[in-house]
């Protein structure tokens, strides 16, 4: 049977960048030698670590003065970095769900940690927009695309302070302006590799205004002046993610990716807003284009177990949604195909026919 992936990270992968993997873990351009068993110094490494700088640069139009950086650690590890690398005297966030709160709890460690505004009194169902960004603080930090509460801020906003934005989740899945961003990062499991390698974009001449001490894995200029090569990268990821943004650029950049996401959601959010038994969950204006949460109405809620086996019985994956949310979570990430988003669209009409 087809299974539709539509697990919420890691997730789908686009199937040549997976086919490209396997075959060069085997044999790396017919070397004889396996992409998992050569030194990350070697010539055929540095020429694909290259290309997926080049690439992440060139898809995303990054302005002279950042540095593309593939690093360990997980987006989680960017939590503490962020401040140690910024972290003066005050920092300023945007409360948006679990993983912008956890960003927080690293901040605080550092001293005063400003929470601008926060979704949290309504389960982080929205982005809020109306707030103010202290003038003083020296970052403001966002999510970009929260993927347990399926809510995404599509624009670039304009800070007054750094612009530090986690865009684990939506990252590649639209154009961004870099330039109004200090930072940008995020782990690759979502929407461009597999799970083991962060990306971060930096622009360089916002670092090195800190007086403490940073241990220097954990130094931004450690990595830019290695370039990403301080220590062994993870290789096998970063030839997947290579493979993926071939794969985005081959579809003809952001741009396309972002109308075929704004196609498959637009389906899946029609369809909800059209039935009789789901309803979403999310604000419309803050609705993510990554992650679609929806429920059932009051009236068939005893029916959601039920209709989670019936979906998984038509080949549906990972549609279950978040325990703090519920219901069903449908990621439709860029490598998703428009059939999956289809086939679960015919499971829900089906489902509604026979309960309604
Ligand atoms: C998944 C996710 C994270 C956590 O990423 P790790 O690589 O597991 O540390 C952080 N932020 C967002 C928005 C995520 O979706």
């Known amino acids: 049977m087809t299974k539709h992936n539509f697990n919420a990270g890691p997730s789908i992968l686009p199937r040549i960048a997976v086919e490209n993997t396997a075959k060069a873990i085997l044999d790396l351009n017919g070397s004889g030698l396996g992409l998992m068993e050569i030194s990350h110094r070697h010539k055929d490494f540095q020429a694909i670590i290259d290309e997926a700088v080049a690439l992440f640069k060139e898809l995303l139009n990054i302005p002279d003065g950042y540095h593309v950086l593939f690093l360990g650690g997980g987006a989680s590890m960017q939590f503490c970095m962020v401040p140690f690398n910024y972290f003066r005297s005050k920092a300023a966030y945007l409360e948006t769900g679990v993983w912008a709160k956890k960003a927080i709890k690293e901040s605080k460690g550092f001293g005063e940690t400003i929470i601008v505004a926060s979704s949290a009194e309504k389960n982080f169902n929205f982005v809020p927009s109306a707030y103010e960004i202290p003038a003083d603080a020296d970052y403001f930090h966002i999510t970009t695309n929260n993927t347990i509460y399926g809510t995404e801020l599509r624009k670039d906003i304009d800070s007054p302070v750094p612009l530090i934005a986690d865009m684990?989740?939506?990252?590649?899945?639209?154009?961004?302006?870099?330039?109004?961003?200090?930072?940008?990062?995020?782990?690759?499991?979502?929407?461009?590799?597999?799970?083991?390698?962060?990306?971060?974009?930096?622009?360089?001449?916002?670092?090195?205004?800190?007086?403490?001490?940073?241990?220097?894995?954990?130094?931004?200029?450690?990595?830019?002046?290695?370039?990403?090569?301080?220590?062994?990268?993870?290789?096998?990821?970063?030839?997947?993610?290579?493979?993926?943004?071939?794969?985005?650029?081959?579809?003809?950049?952001?741009?396309?990716?972002?109308?075929?996401?704004?196609?498959?959601?637009?389906?899946?959010?029609?369809?909800?807003?059209?039935?009789?038994?789901?309803?979403?969950?999310?604000?419309?204006?803050?609705?993510?284009?990554?992650?679609?949460?929806?429920?059932?109405?009051?009236?068939?809620?005893?029916?959601?177990?039920?209709?989670?086996?019936?979906?998984?019985?038509?080949?549906?994956?990972?549609?279950?949604?978040?325990?703090?949310?519920?219901?069903?979570?449908?990621?439709?990430?860029?490598?998703?195909?428009?059939?999956?988003?289809?086939?679960?669209?015919?499971?829900?009409?089906?489902?509604?026919?026979?309960?309604?």
């Open 168 to 356: 684990s989740s939506d990252i590649m899945s639209r154009p961004v302006d870099v330039s109004k961003y200090a930072l940008i990062y995020g782990g690759a499991q979502k929407n461009v590799g597999p799970a083991g390698v962060t990306f971060v974009i930096v622009r360089e001449d916002t670092l090195g205004k800190v007086e403490r001490k940073i241990p220097t894995m954990l130094d931004y200029r450690t990595h830019i002046g290695e370039a990403s090569l301080f220590n062994t990268p993870p290789c096998v990821n970063i030839f997947t993610l290579k493979e993926t943004l071939k794969w985005i650029k081959a579809l003809g950049g952001v741009e396309a990716v972002e109308q075929m996401n704004l196609k498959k959601a637009g389906l899946l959010y029609d369809a909800i807003d059209n039935s009789t038994i789901f309803v979403g969950t999310a604000e419309k204006e803050s609705r993510s284009l990554m992650n679609i949460c929806f429920v059932m109405k009051d009236a068939y809620k005893d029916k959601e177990e039920e209709f989670i086996k019936f979906a998984q019985g038509k080949g549906m994956v990972g549609i279950k949604g978040h325990r703090s949310v519920g219901g069903f979570r449908a990621s439709t990430y860029n490598a998703l195909p428009i059939e999956s988003v289809q086939a679960l669209i015919d499971a829900m009409h089906e489902f509604e026919k026979m309960v309604v």
